[in-house]
């Protein structure tokens, strides 16, 4: 969303000087520790880490870390309508604001294949149009008047609209809030507006190489007709009419389809009378949209036609090469999730395995990452690349597959690896912690995608709990280069010659092009 309950409660951290100064602590004492691996011993205890730091031949006093708190999720209340929705309430009195969103199942995966764009379109013009009862420009004016906010907008398999506003101000923002999401206006002159910023966003999405390569990468490794990685195109967005936004409207925008969340400075008891009075009459959708159109199943034969092959997309204008390697990853429910977070930290950051081999030591980089990134609902992604120059894609491209078939045999990651990923992997996550806001969404993210309450504290646990044996046993069974897809962005002429040399004959490769169609 443009502004989430947590975008509009960022200004809740500027009233905490301690979190400010914990922060500001934490982040100089990591990033010196993390800098001089050879300057440090490091040894554990049951609840803490000590740390011995030489600076100039002078051994400073010890410090002592308490080990990474358990995450602490503030007291919150849920319940639900008769007509199904699920409320979730989180009082924080600290600052007179007041943020929420509504949820809704259903999102641009939903999309007909011939109206790719039209989740998206159904949320711009739902908040821009306004409600039956409220035109958009009144509308604004209201909000603008009173430092207000009501934004929509959707992603993946969701939808959703949220509202910001001063305590004083939230009856009449709920009003407001409830009319935007029940009864949309969903006027053809915003619908056009829509489309033409759709159309330049359309025309512009080749101007960025780092877009490209994201973009590309995700349709070589989930195949190009996939929801989890097609492209709105603008033939698909003029196919789209006001009547498509009513039936989108009506297909997902209901109670029993949708979470509802507060956070902030509010009574708990008058807010549910001023809920039921804005949502209790809200009518139950008989036919729910079905679980697989929001979230398909991965056609892994169209996945598995690009794999140990090289795609080349053209850009002469470029003076560098961009490269994008990947493969089908997990969930974050699968059992190796906790192990592949712990790899992300051994391959990253400045004393990662990626920045020392392929850039410090091999110079063959000006950036470089290697990331599991899990999905809540269906596999998500492996993947590793970075920015090299023209000259020297083929020894990088090799470098990163050396690197990633090292992890299995010849150089696994070590137990003083693993120990200090999972120290640092916990550390940062406390940070989810802080703000009530990002709380709030959080637990009705878990709620959302059907994970246990207590994920989080079921997260901090399975990363204590991981060893450096299972996350080599991880990597074997998740990583295998064999079956990578590799994408390079850049000039054609200087690139493919060293595409088909000897260091990397395994890989045959495609030209791909990335022309907009009209």
């Known amino acids: 969303?443009?502004?989430?309950?947590?975008?509009?409660?960022?200004?809740?951290?500027?009233?905490?000087?301690?979190?400010?100064?914990?922060?500001?602590?934490?982040?100089?004492v990591s990033a010196f520790v993390s800098l001089t691996p050879a300057l440090a011993e490091q040894s554990s205890s049951s609840n803490q880490t000590?740390?011995?730091?030489?600076?100039?031949?002078?051994?400073?006093?010890?410090?002592?870390?308490?080990?990474?708190?358990?995450?602490?999720?503030?007291?919150?209340?849920?319940?639900?309508?008769?007509?199904?929705?699920?409320?979730?309430?989180?009082?924080?009195?600290?600052?007179?604001?007041?943020?929420?969103?509504?949820?809704?199942?259903?999102?641009?995966?939903?999309?007909?294949?011939?109206?790719?764009g039209l989740a998206r379109l159904s949320s711009a013009v739902l908040r821009t149009g306004g409600s039956e009862r409220t035109p958009g420009e009144t509308l604004n004016q209201i909000l603008e008047d009173k430092a207000?906010?009501?934004?929509?907008?959707?992603?993946?398999?969701?939808?959703?609209?949220?509202?910001?506003?001063l305590s004083e101000d939230l009856d009449q923002v709920l009003e407001l809030f409830s009319e935007v999401v029940r009864t949309p206006a969903f006027p053809n002159e915003q619908l056009k507006q829509a489309k033409i910023q759709a159309f330049g966003?359309?025309?512009?999405?080749?101007?960025?190489?780092?877009?490209?390569?994201?973009?590309?990468?995700?349709?070589?490794?989930?195949?190009?007709?996939?929801?989890?990685?097609?492209?709105t195109e603008n033939k698909t967005i003029r196919k789209i009419e006001r009547k498509d936004l009513l039936s989108f409207h009506r297909s997902y925008f209901a109670p029993n389809n949708a979470l509802l969340g507060v956070v902030g400075d509010f009574d708990s008891e008058t807010l549910k009378r001023s809920l039921e009075t804005y949502f209790g009459d809200w009518q139950r959708l008989e036919d729910l949209p079905v679980p697989s159109s929001i979230s398909p199943e991965v056609d892994r034969t169209a996945a598995n036609q690009s794999r140990g092959k090289i795609y080349l997309v053209d850009k002469p204008e470029l003076s560098q090469a961009y490269v994008r390697i990947g493969s089908l990853g997990g969930r974050l429910d699968d059992p190796d999730y906790f192990a592949m977070d712990v790899l992300n930290q051994v391959l990253n950051g400045l004393s990662g395995r990626m920045f020392n081999e392929i850039r410090s030591k091999a110079g063959l980089a000006y950036s470089v990452y290697?990331?599991?990134?899990?999905?809540?609902?269906?596999?998500?992604?492996?993947?590793?690349?970075?920015?090299t120059s023209s000259e020297q894609v083929a020894p990088f491209i090799s470098k990163i597959i050396s690197l990633l078939d090292d992890l299995n045999e010849k150089s696994p990651v070590t137990e003083s690896e693993v120990n200090d990923a999972k120290l640092s992997t916990l550390n940062a996550f406390v940070f989810n912690f802080t703000d009530t806001a990002d709380i709030l969404s959080r637990v009705m993210k878990y709620a959302f995608y059907g994970y246990p309450e207590d994920f989080a504290q079921q997260?901090?646990?399975?990363?204590?709990?991981?060893?450096?044996?299972?996350?080599?046993?991880?990597?074997?069974?998740?990583?295998?280069?064999?079956?990578?897809?590799?994408?390079?962005?850049?000039?054609?002429?200087?690139?493919?010659?060293?595409?088909?040399?000897?260091?990397?004959t395994q890989f045959p490769v495609l030209s791909r092009s990335i022309q907009i169609p009209k």
């Open 50 to 116: 000590s740390v011995q730091v030489i600076v100039k031949g002078n051994q400073l006093k010890s410090l002592k870390f308490e080990d990474p708190p358990e995450p602490i999720i503030p007291s919150y209340s849920t319940y639900e309508l008769p007509n199904g929705l699920k409320i979730f309430l989180l009082e924080d009195h600290e600052v007179p604001l007041i943020g929420g969103q509504i949820i809704f199942h259903g999102g641009p995966r939903s999309d007909p294949y011939d109206k790719l």
């Open 148 to 165: 207000a906010s009501i934004e929509a907008s959707s992603s993946g398999a969701s939808t959703g609209v949220s509202f910001g506003c």
């Open 201 to 231: 966003a359309i025309s512009r999405r080749n101007d960025d190489p780092n877009g490209i390569v994201g973009r590309e990468a995700l349709k070589l490794i989930y195949g190009d007709s996939s929801p989890y990685a097609v492209s």
């Open 1 to 28: 969303m443009k502004q989430s309950i947590q975008d509009y409660f960022h200004s809740l951290c500027k009233y905490n000087e301690s979190f400010l100064k914990n922060v500001i602590v934490t982040l100089l």
């Open 459 to 504: 997260y901090k646990k399975g990363i204590e709990n991981v060893s450096a044996s299972e996350v080599t046993q991880a990597v074997k069974d998740h990583i295998h280069t064999d079956d990578l897809s590799i994408l390079v962005l850049g000039n054609q002429k200087i690139l493919k010659p060293q595409l088909q040399s000897t260091q990397l």
């Open 370 to 387: 290697a990331q599991w990134v899990p999905a809540f609902d269906h596999p998500g992604i492996f993947y590793a690349g970075g920015e």
